[in-house]
């Protein structure tokens, strides 16, 4: 290695280290930062929402082989696009922006919502931007629970099942969503799910987090986008149905996490259909989120000094 490329590689190491612990002092809200070769994109945020979109990306890198194993297809399509949407729709109605990372490698390249091997398979530059991905989803959170004292973890996706339907996956999968509330409540259940904290800082119970009049599927049906669980929909019954990945288990508070975390699987017709209902939905999506944010006073928490 000649001295030029060390001399980079300093810089690059020095710059990374003050993102994760002064994101939200160093950064300007609503630029975008990178990582080492741009396949990964932070949007700065001042506000208590993170998003991460690990699937929808479009780069084909020579210089990363495509994976030989998991699914390569690019089936989150317009997920990248529809978290931008949102990231603008939340602006003009705050004036605030959210934390958004996005992978812009193409599936093929780098899965980001899997274990690192699986996610990588030992090509260096993914395995450089899936851990550049989840360092900027950790500085986003780490400077949100900072600042703000609590926050909302989300995690977009986009899926093709045959029921058109939103899928909230709360790391609870459908057997224990078709259990009674009483049943849903119980402490394991608590425990395991991605909003456990929440409920818990809440002093509400699970399914009332969950599946009740102020969920966010409820909020979503009550802007008539079906979604489950919400309160007409309280489990997915005989549909398939994703409850979250790795993003979820790492990233909320039911892993390494600070925050409470919901993956939301978003259906195709009328959402990710073209540019018009991606930038329709992203204004019922950020209506949805700021409401919840609201509702459960994320937004008005104590500020950790």
Same mark, same amino acid.
């Given at each position: 290695m000649n001295i030029v490329n060390t001399v980079l590689i300093i810089i690059f190491c020095c710059a990374l280290q003050?993102?994760?612990?002064?994101? !939200?002092?160093?950064?300007?809200?609503?630029? !975008?930062?990178?990582?080492?070769?741009?396949?990964?994109? *932070?949007?700065?945020?001042n506000m208590p929402l993170v998003i991460s979109v690990p699937h929808g990306g479009h780069l084909e890198p020579e210089e990363i082989a495509d994976r030989e194993l998991g699914t390569k297809g690019n089936y989150?399509?317009?997920?990248?696009?529809?978290?931008?949407?949102?990231?603008?729709?939340?602006?003009r109605r705050t004036g605030?922006?959210? *934390?958004?990372?996005?992978?812009?490698?193409?599936?093929?390249?780098?899965?980001?919502?899997?274990?690192?091997?699986?996610?990588?398979?030992?090509?260096?530059?993914?395995?450089?931007?899936f851990r550049e991905f989840h360092q900027f989803i950790d500085s986003a959170e780490s400077s949100v629970w900072r600042t703000f004292g609590a926050g909302l973890y989300i995690d977009l996706h986009g899926h093709r099942?045959?029921? /058109? /339907?939103?899928?909230?996956?709360?790391?609870?999968?459908?057997?224990?969503?078709?259990?009674?509330?009483? !049943?849903?409540?119980?402490?394991?259940?608590?425990?395991?799910s991605s909003v456990g904290s929440l409920a818990m800082q809440q002093r509400l119970s699970l399914a009332e987090i969950i599946r009740g009049p102020n969920s966010i599927g409820a909020l979503f049906e /009550?802007?008539?986008?079906?979604?489950v669980p919400s309160p007409t929909r309280p489990n997915p019954g005989g549909a398939l149905y994703f409850s979250g990945g790795y993003n979820l288990e790492r990233h909320s508070s039911a892993g390494t996490g600070v925050l409470g975390g919901v993956q939301i699987e978003t259906?195709?017709?009328?959402?990710r259909d073209g540019d018009k209902n991606v930038n329709a939905f992203a204004l019922t999506a950020a209506d949805v989120l700021l409401e919840y944010l609201r509702v459960y006073q994320l937004r008005m928490a104590h500020r950790i000094n």
């Open positions: 003050p993102l994760a612990a002064q994101t !939200s002092e160093t950064l300007i809200p609503g630029k !975008s930062y990178f990582g080492e070769k741009h396949y990964i994109e *932070y949007i700065a945020g989150d399509v317009y997920t990248q696009e529809l978290a931008r949407a949102i990231v603008d729709a939340v602006f605030k922006y959210p *934390y958004c990372i996005i992978n812009r490698l193409h599936r093929s390249k780098l899965d980001a919502n899997r274990e690192e091997y699986d996610a990588a398979q030992d090509n260096q530059p993914a395995l450089q931007a099942h045959k029921t /058109q /339907q939103l899928e909230l996956g709360y790391l609870l999968v459908g057997s224990q969503l078709a259990l009674s509330d009483d !049943s849903l409540n119980a402490q394991k259940n608590l425990t395991s /009550q802007r008539g986008i079906p979604a259906y195709s017709t009328g959402i």
